[in-house]
């Protein structure tokens, strides 16, 4: 499969990988560069001749003079020619400088040609089939719609142009092929709001029903209807397929048969952000298809019905990692849904899911539990008092973990006496729940204590009840350990380091090649879920629920994936059936805040509360309830002090910004499109919400600026804590002075993105606690561990990190964080607390 690549974004993601390498003086600066990280290194570009770019070189890398301007060399799609590229320009084998031999204004896309495809509009038809018509009222166009499992859909891709909402586009940004392969949209242009906006939480949606930019009458198709056409042919995608537009340069595939007439046509997607510069631009034309489909409420993830050409197979997947454009077909009608399709869109698979239907086993469960442990750990035992059960632990940096999923039975109980099962194992067998314990509802993880005595005793936690603990939470757990809380989570998180989920794992159980290190002895085993009296995902994910669950029908859980290899912790109905790890009970000392620096601001959640258990402004407790004197501080914080005003690199030419409103100044740089302040925001004369300095104390605020509450960054009282935070299209002045903003998630994430989602290259060399690397500050940006104020725990993580406010149309807090303990820059998302970050503000 084919993915082309444009030269001016790929330099981005070149560049910021390039900048760990080549440390070292110069005395020695020659073609050879041992241990300098570089393939080749010289000192004139003339020199760079001596070793052309070609086939046996393509993305190797080098460097030209003292300077070390950096090149990679790259096969040039549009033009057929290998070149070297460099930050700011390319360079031909010869040395000599390239142009293309075209320009476009979208000259940052990937382009292919596709111009033979165009002979083909109209044809992509069945001729067999009695097509329907429907005419968009907003501008005219005319499309063929067929009736499938009774839904009318729309029998081509919609080439609606005036969304007023995100992006749509051409392919090559070339109007005539959209006559026959329709306009790609970003998420939020597709659902028709910019709460949906790559990475948001899309949290305005309370249906699945969307019309999103379909016209009046039609809408999105939902998961479980783009479901219904995979399980059409059992995934097989050929009779979904139309006869013509499908096989590339590259690619030979077998034209579909069409069998419905839905005649989907191969016109590949357009992706953007991605660190990996071969998924940037537009992509597998003529060998996939992709279409949206409707969000689900609260969800961080791109979904999509995907035909994939390569393997005739279609399923209905998402996507995290990048953003992506799709096509759109949209539905009329109530539609039905088969009880063979019994799959809920809450099991949607994600990209690495194979199945989620029970009747599928990918796990093998007449293995022992001991299988899935670390032969190489030394584990320590637990005997359960309860039923006399025997877990092995493990101890992972300062916590003390279970080894083993619980499997404890609660038996049955509920309000009012009733009795109904809120715990399982896996397919109702009662082995599995030897192998892997049991699935708990989270009702059944956090108040089966009480319940297992008292079947009259109304549930305190389940659905529709929301509780907050801000302590630790037995539940379930034994005598002595607790539920892990989501500070607990990111504990763990950095105390893995590396591929946390990969060193979590299990060694053997997980499909394909998912199986982990099992360095931890963590041992995590997929033993998936429950849900609707339907079992899924055993052998793809593992879930653990956690002790938040604030929300009323939504409680925190951890999930590890075989396929991406990632660790997420999210929210999610509390009546599913998930795992139980316990942790056990630590005490903490009372003066110990700096302890919890490794706070939970640093979870990847997916805070995915609905919209109507959202407070209103008016009804979220202004955070300057808490005076400073209540405030718990951090210990130590004052060394770094020592280095205020000296945090800059002084090779880059700053610009300078006076702010009129108190005549503060401050060094600016441009990176990339945008000018960014160089230091953090300083204003105290808010008037909405609240800033402090680090520890209450001012002189923290000279050298590190001001925290902010979300209110008092965005300026306004509907972005206070759990508010929806919807002001509109971006940009949002808010704190900022005039003429500029707070930055927003794609400003934020281009940010990430440009540095490799490294930390280094945004860091500062001082102000940073000095177990860390110093940052290279290769951009002039030179941001500084100014650290964040938590409700929930008070200043801490000062040196350690900087959170920089984005703005976000959500009830979740978005928010670009730069870590000096991991040395990831990347975009997170928080709802469990309120918090106050950093201000840096970007030029309109």
């Avoid at 586009?169 to 970003?186: A, F, K, M, Q």
């Avoid at 783009?226 to 595939?253: Q, Y």
């Avoid at 949206?292 to 997947?317: C, E, K, P």
């Amino acid at each position: 499969m084919k993915n082309f690549v444009n030269c001016e974004i790929a330099v981005l993601a070149v560049t910021a990988v390039l900048v760990l390498g080549g440390c070292g003086d110069d005395e020695s600066f020659s073609p050879v560069s041992k241990g300098r990280d570089y393939d080749y290194v010289y000192t004139s570009a003339k020199d760079l001749s001596k070793t052309p770019c070609n086939e046996m070189r393509k993305n190797r890398e080098a460097v030209i003079g003292r300077d070390k301007d950096r090149y990679e060399c790259r096969f040039d799609y549009q033009d057929s020619v290998y070149i070297w590229v460099g930050y700011s320009d390319t360079l031909t084998a010869e040395g000599r400088e390239y142009h293309r031999t075209e320009s476009s204004s979208s000259s940052s896309r990937t382009k292919t040609n596709v111009e033979a495809r165009l002979k083909e509009k109209g044809e992509q038809f069945n001729p067999d089939i009695d097509y329907g018509t429907m005419t968009d009222p907003r501008d005219g166009k005319a499309y063929r719609t067929v009736v499938v499992n009774g839904l009318t859909w729309m029998a081509e891709n919609l080439n609606y142009a005036d969304n007023e909402v995100g992006e749509s586009l051409c392919i090559n940004d070339e109007e005539n092929l959209c006559e026959l392969y329709g306009r790609l949209y970003s998420r939020d242009a597709t659902m028709n709001s910019s709460s949906c906006e790559y990475r948001a939480m899309c949290d305005y949606l309370t249906s699945e029903l969307i019309q999103g930019v379909c016209p009046d009458g039609w809408r999105l198709p939902t998961v479980e209807e783009a479901e219904g056409l995979v399980n059409l042919e059992d995934g097989v995608s050929r009779s979904l397929m139309s006869a013509k537009s499908w096989g590339s340069d590259t690619m030979t595939v077998k034209p579909g048969t069409d069998d419905y007439g839905l005649s989907f046509v191969a016109a590949g997607f357009f992706s953007q952000g991605s660190v990996n510069p071969e998924k940037n631009g537009f992509n597998d034309l003529g060998e996939a298809a992709f279409m949206w489909v409707a969000q689900l409420s609260g969800n961080r993830r791109q979904y999509y019905f995907l035909i994939r050409g390569w393997d005739s197979t279609a399923v209905v997947n998402n996507y995290y990692d990048h953003e992506v454009y799709n096509s759109v077909r949209c539905v009329k009608g109530a539609g039905s849904v088969p009880g063979s399709w019994s799959v809920s869109s809450s099991s949607v698979q994600s990209s690495s899911s194979m199945s989620s239907s029970s009747s599928s086993e990918l796990f093998d469960w007449t293995l022992p539990k001991e299988t899935y442990l670390n032969p190489e750990i030394d584990y320590d035992t637990i005997i359960d008092s309860r039923d006399g059960k025997v877990y092995k632990t493990v101890k992972i940096g300062e916590q003390t973990w279970m080894a083993e999923n619980l499997n404890f039975d609660p038996g049955q109980g509920g309000p009012d006496g009733a009795k109904y099962d809120w715990s399982w194992c896996y397919n109702n067998e009662p082995q599995n729940c030897d192998v892997a314990g049991r699935l708990y509802t989270w009702a059944a993880a956090i108040d089966s204590v009480k319940l297992a005595n008292d079947a009259d005793n109304p549930l305190v936690c389940g659905m529709g009840k929301s509780g907050t603990f801000w302590t630790t939470v037995q539940g379930i757990c034994p005598e002595g350990w607790h539920l892990p809380s989501t500070r607990e989570w990111s504990d763990l998180k950095d105390a893995v380091g590396g591929l946390p989920g990969k060193n979590l794992k299990s060694q053997t159980g997980w499909n394909g090649d998912g199986n982990g290190t099992n360095i931890t002895g963590f041992s995590a085993i997929p033993a998936g879920w429950r849900h609707n009296g339907i079992f899924g995902n055993n052998g793809i994910i593992a879930y653990f629920w956690g002790s938040y669950g604030s929300y009323e029908n939504k409680a925190e859980y951890m999930e590890l994936f075989a396929h991406p290899d990632s660790w997420e912790v999210y929210y999610l109905e509390k009546d599913y059936g998930f795992s139980v790890r316990c942790i056990k009970d630590e005490v903490l000392p009372a003066s110990s805040s700096s302890s919890s620096s490794q706070s939970s601001s640093s979870v990847k959640s997916s805070s995915s509360f609905s919209s109507s258990s959202v407070k209103s402004s008016s009804s979220v407790n202004s955070s300057s309830s808490v005076s400073s004197s209540s405030r718990i501080k951090q210990a130590n914080a004052e060394p770094l002090l020592e280095n205020a005003g000296d945090q800059f690199n002084p090779d880059i030419d700053y610009g300078t910004l006076i702010d009129e409103r108190d005549g503060k100044t401050y060094k600016t740089v441009e990176v990339g499109n945008a000018v960014w302040m160089a230091e953090n925001l300083n204003y105290a004369g808010n008037e909405i919400g609240e800033s402090v300095c680090f520890n209450d104390e001012d002189r923290f605020c000279e050298f590190y600026g001001r925290l902010y509450s979300r209110d008092a960054a965005m300026n306004s009282t509907d972005c206070a804590f759990l508010s929806g935070c919807n002001l509109g299209s971006a940009p949002v002045q808010g704190i900022c002075p005039d003429g500029w903003h707070i930055p927003t998630n794609k400003e934020g994430q281009a940010l990430a993105n440009f540095a490799g989602k490294l930390a280094l290259p945004l860091r500062s060399a001082k102000g940073w606690e000095t177990e860390f690397t110093p940052g290279t500050d290769e951009y002039g940006l030179s941001f500084l561990g100014s650290g964040s104020f938590s409700s929930n725990i008070g200043f801490h993580s000062f040196g350690k990190y900087e959170h920089l406010w984005l703005y976000f149309a959500s009830t979740s807090q978005y928010y670009l964080g730069v870590n000096g303990s991991t040395n990831e820059a990347e975009v997170w998302v928080y709802g469990s607390h309120e918090i106050y970050s950093s201000v840096r503000c970007v030029k309109d």
